[in-house]
């Protein structure tokens, strides 16, 4: 019992255990009326993956800015 108590709160403490949380903010063109920076852009190339059971999730990645608004 001792050791999953451990395991737990070793698990509740770690920073690497967090998943990233986006709070919803409404509808995007509402929300970007409120922002300093929306633009569209174009994919050069992802840089940097996160790898899941064997899926890769791209969390970087390099970009052309096409257009700002």
Not at 40 to 53: E, G, R
């Amino acid at each position: 019992m001792k050791l999953l108590v451990t395991l737990f709160l070793c698990f509740i403490l770690s920073t690497d255990s967090s998943a990233c949380d986006c709070a919803y903010g409404g509808p995007f063109l509402k929300m970007a009326s409120d922002t300093k920076f929306v633009a569209l852009v174009a994919l050069i190339k992802v840089t940097k993956y996160l790898s899941f059971n064997d899926y890769k999730t791209p969390i970087s990645m390099e970009v052309e800015i096409i257009d700002r608004y």
